[in-house]
């Protein structure tokens, strides 16, 4: 299987900025779709953004736009979210996830396939 494995959570007060790093464990990484989700406590998990193949695509959920920056670097295997002008509704954890199937970007946690263990991001006022 693809291993992800999520870096970069802590805690931040608001207004502060953060960037979180998902490593993959293979050079397949470069033909999936990555996705940025995130899950609050209580709460379902959330799409939050993502990313295509070669990076030249990307969406975000409403609330983070022009806050969030998602890129990647598919000779490191890696892919990154920025995180700017953070709020305390941000706080979650964060999860990276692949797509294996698609070439377009998928806002279901459903259609992703490989997802990595999270990390905490709490956002204090």
């Known amino acids: 299987q693809v291993q992800l494995v999520e870096s970069g959570g802590g805690l931040v007060q608001a207004g502060g900025s953060l960037r979180l790093s998902c490593a993959g464990s293979?050079?397949?990484?470069?033909?999936?779709?990555m996705g940025w989700f995130r899950q609050a406590p209580g709460k379902e998990r959330e799409f939050v953004a993502g990313?295509?193949?070669?990076?030249?695509?990307?969406y975000y959920t409403d609330s983070v736009k022009g806050r969030f920056t998602i890129s990647r670097d598919n000779a490191k295997n890696s892919v990154y979210l920025q995180m700017n002008s953070l709020k305390p509704g941000d706080t979650a954890i964060y999860y990276c996830?692949?797509?294996?199937?698609?070439?377009?970007?998928?806002?279901?946690?459903?259609?992703?396939?490989?997802w990595g263990r999270g990390t905490q991001v709490t956002v204090s006022s």
């Open positions: 996830a692949a797509d294996r199937s698609r070439l377009t970007i998928a806002t279901r946690a459903v259609r992703y396939d490989y």
């Open positions: 293979d050079r397949t990484f470069s033909s999936y779709t």
């Open positions: 990313i295509n193949q070669s990076g030249g695509n990307t």
